[in-house]
Every structure is written in C-alpha cells, then in structure tokens.
C-alpha cells in the first residue's frame, strides 16, 4: 500500500540509535506535512510533543488526558481530563499514544 488513510507507528524509534530516530521523526513530520495522517504510539515525550499536533495520554488501558499542541508547543497544560483524575497525576512514561493529523 502506498497511501494509507491512516500511518500506524508504534514505537518507531524505541530501538534506534539517537541519529537513526531523529531520521524516522524527520519522515514522519514530513510525512504528515504532505498530508499523511499519522497515528504514533510512544513512551518518548520529545518523539510525542515534535511529532503531535494533538496528544493523547493513556493510564491503565484508558485516556487519561487530552491535550493540543502547536508547532511543539503545549497550548493547554492541564489538557482536559475525561476520566475525572488528576492531570497532573499522570505519569510521563503513560504516554502512550498521539495523533496528529494534516
């Protein structure tokens, strides 16, 4: 398949080197700048906020919390928080997913 509707990443940079993951995070963002929407699975939060237009946050098998970013740039720190817990409560090592979409 050449184009999917939807690019599934999990972990893509958990077992590379730091040069070889700066080189999958540059196709991925190029990759979604071409209109690719991606789907990223990961526990690293610099893959998570360089790569995420929107970040989803998973604890114990449900989300946790929700929350945009800009450019990289979190534009709403408490993000918003369907399972009525605390957000910052939230371990970093629970995120888990992200999605970003052209």
């Given at each position: 398949?050449?184009?999917p509707a939807l690019l599934?990443?999990?972990e893509p940079t958990g077992a590379l080197d730091s040069r070889s993951g700066e080189q999958v995070m540059d196709l991925l963002i190029d990759l979604n700048q071409i209109?690719?929407?991606l789907l990223i699975v990961t526990h690293d939060p610099h893959l998570a906020t360089r790569c995420a237009?929107?970040?989803?946050e998973m604890a114990d098998g449900r989300v946790a919390r929700e929350r945009a970013l800009d450019n990289g740039q979190d534009t709403d720190p408490q993000g918003t928080d369907p399972q009525g817990t605390d957000p910052q409560a939230?371990?970093?090592k629970a995120t888990d997913a992200l999605e970003r979409s052209a």
């Open positions: 398949m050449n184009r599934l990443a999990d209109g690719q929407t237009g929107r970040l989803v939230t371990h970093p």
